[in-house]
């Protein structure tokens, strides 16, 4: 298993590459985010154990850079930012697994094992049909470029419909996934916000993404309507 370490302390950085090489890993280690990037681009690496206070370019920006790279490895941040915020922002935009610095070693180990041992994401952090592109880290949605604005409701609508590409999900799949209670039959909800996507996602284009299975459900795919 190779390993990169980005970490500009370099005590810091000494005391875990010589604590992994115990443990038979290759590690590679830099001390700045505009290096990690070069060195990514250069190897593929099974996993990166990332500082976020970085010369040149920060962690963050290494962390996009990283996660728009296919595949990703698993990516540990490891970081004297020990806030809440700090952390929910690091997980949010595509880190696996967050440790606070000061840290023992056996910890440290013990994440990387648990996170070599994690099978890839087949879907990645972006889904994309067609010209559609969702980014599950930054919560962006586009089309053609285009920014699509959604709701936080609409956005995990989208996002189901996305990673069942090219497959029906009925409406009770759809009401148990994204609103988490039992299916009431007399409730339009879901064609509710079906139409609000449409209007977001298909209106201005002549080619619709969004396709009613006749009394069955929805399909978002390149096929034709179903109705």
């Known amino acids: 298993m190779r390993i990169l370490v980005v970490e500009d302390d370099k005590a810091v950085a000494s005391f875990v590459r010589k604590g992994l090489e115990s443990e038979q890993y290759a590690v590679d280690v830099t001390g700045n985010g505009e290096d990690a990037q070069s060195l990514f681009g250069e190897a593929d690496f099974d996993l990166v154990i990332l500082d976020l206070v970085l010369p040149k370019i920060d962690g963050l920006e290494v962390l996009k850079h990283i996660r728009r790279r296919k595949p990703s490895p698993p990516v540990l941040i490891l970081s004297g930012r020990a806030r809440v915020e700090d952390r929910v922002k690091g997980l949010d935009l595509g880190a696996d697994d967050y440790l606070t610095k000061p840290f023992s070693f056996s910890e440290l180990s013990a994440r990387v094992r648990a996170l070599l041992r994690r099978p890839p994401d087949p879907l990645g952090i972006v889904l994309r049909v067609e010209q559609l592109e969702l980014d599950r880290a930054e919560r962006v949605v586009r089309r053609a470029g285009r920014r699509i604005d959604l709701t936080p409701r609409e956005f995990a609508?989208?996002?189901?419909?996305?990673?069942?590409?090219?497959?029906?999900?009925?409406?009770?799949?759809?009401?148990?996934?994204?609103?988490?209670?039992?299916?009431?039959?007399?409730?339009?909800?879901?064609?509710?916000?079906?139409?609000?996507?449409r209007k977001k996602v298909d209106r201005d284009f002549e080619h619709k993404l969004i396709h009613t299975v006749r009394n069955v459900g929805y399909e978002l795919g390149t096929g034709e309507t179903k109705e």
């Open 157 to 197: 609508l989208l996002e189901y419909l996305m990673r069942n590409a090219g497959r029906c999900v009925t409406r009770v799949m759809i009401i148990e996934h994204i609103w988490n209670f039992s299916f009431d039959s007399m409730t339009n909800i879901v064609d509710v916000y079906i139409n609000y996507l």
